[in-house]
């Protein structure tokens, strides 16, 4: 079982900046994917950022003012957030595929709410 937990939402300004991490509770396998997902109050969830393949690609509404990191020896991932917009706010989801035997298992956190807001 993993388990993923993130940590770094809260209220910030317009035009202000977050960093959010993702802690993964396990090491030791292959991750296909790790990304980042928001769902904003009454919308479906949707793509931040995903690494996959040696590349991250970025949601067209964050390109150039969020990225996306990892520190593996940490197992932690983070999401840089800058210039943020009241449309940014959202709850905030962390997600790995771990090729698990011949599967391939989507591991979710529970989320953190980011709010932008004056």
């Known amino acids: 079982q993993v388990q993923l937990v993130e940590s770094g939402g809260g209220l910030v300004q317009p035009g202000g900046s977050l960093r959010l991490s993702c802690a993964v509770s396990?090491?030791?396998?292959?991750?296909?994917?790790m990304g980042w997902f928001r769902q904003a109050p009454g919308k479906q969830r949707e793509l931040v950022a995903v690494?996959?393949?040696?590349?991250?690609n970025y949601a067209d509404s964050v390109k150039g003012r969020f990225t996306m990191s990892r520190d593996s020896a940490k197992n932690t991932m983070y999401l840089q957030m800058n210039s943020l917009k009241p449309e940014d706010t959202a709850v905030y989801y962390c997600?790995?595929?771990?090729?698990?035997?011949?599967?391939?298992?989507?591991?979710w956190g529970k989320g953190t709410l980011v709010t932008v807001s004056s």
């Open positions: 690494f996959k393949g040696g590349s991250t």
């Open positions: 997600n790995v595929e771990i090729m698990d035997g011949p599967k391939l298992v989507d591991y």
């Open positions: 396990r090491s030791g396998f292959v991750i296909t994917h």
